[in-house]
């Protein structure tokens, strides 16, 4: 962060260093990975959960085909660029 603040152009916001959007989709780079990840690791399966804020203000996760699905780590400190994973026997 403080590299991407003395490197910033000037004209250029404070604000947007500490954006924490993304230039690209992790959800399209995750699913384009999975084939390789199963390959090298010999994992059976691998199911990437997309998490959003409820109703409630609670996480949600959802697969990519909207089915909803229980959270089995705590996630309340995942954030864009810093994942969360979690395995488990099969």
Partial sequence: MKRALLSRQAGT????VLD?????????????????????AGIA???VIELSVGQNGVFEGKTKHGDKVELLVPVDKTVPGMPTFAFENI
């Fill in 13 to 16: 916001p404070v604000s947007s």
């Fill in 20 to 40: 924490r959007t993304l230039i690209f989709n992790e959800i399209e780079v995750l699913d384009e990975a999975i084939p390789y990840i199963k390959r090298s």
């Fill in 45 to 47: 399966e691998i199911n």
